[in-house]
């Protein structure tokens, strides 16, 4: 990392990161979310300013304290996080995705706490807006668009698919099924789609492969 630190090669980029999960409340006191513990996100944000660039971080809530010298947005909802990163992103030239954001949040939230009672509880969940999509399909030709794909079987099919239907320059696939890797690890082992390659890096700490994936990305010549 030392190497990194003195390159300073990302000086004058704007870069837009989202990590975390997100919150969807069900009344006052209950929300729906995911494992996602933001190491990755966070690892991205902070390889990135200490290589010169702007950058901003939208994240939900995590247990992390945000990087040094970033731009930080505090979100707790796929809503409110998909109005951040609509305000933010024009001036960025490259956006990294790596939150999981809830698919799916309750139709109605319940402005009181609900009461508990003998028989089931049904909470009725809607989609939510898939902001990687939407931004990706908006995006000018100079600006640069990744993803992550989050899957815990066909990694790389799914990954593939996602690389095509989100419109996104590249997907970095993470096979969360993998023991002591992904959601929450310190770890991860990744494999970086393109519409002509696939590129897989060994297993190593989210800080290296944060560092990894911005001279990927700088090295493919499209930043
Ligand atoms: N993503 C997003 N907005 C959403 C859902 C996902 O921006 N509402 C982004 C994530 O940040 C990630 C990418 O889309 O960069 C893929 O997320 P993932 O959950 O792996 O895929 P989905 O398309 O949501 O499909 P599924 O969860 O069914 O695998
Ligand atoms: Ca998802």
Sequence with gaps: VLKELSKKDLTGKNILITAGPTREAIDPVRFISNNSSGKMGYALA??????????????GPTALTPPVGVNYIAVKTAAEMKTEVDNNFSKSDITIMAAAVADYRPLQTNSEKLKKSTGNLKVELTRTTDILAEIAKNKRKDQLVVGFAAESQNLLANAQKKLEEKAADFIIANDISLPDLGFGSN?????????????????????????KIFDYLIDSGRK
């Design 46 to 59: 902070k390889a990135a300013a200490y290589r010169g660039a702007d950058v901003t971080l939208i994240s």
């Design 187 to 211: 770890n991860n082992k990744i494999t970086i789609l393109t519409g002509e390659s696939k590129t897989t890096l060994p297993v190593q700490s989210k800080e290296k492969l944060a560092h």
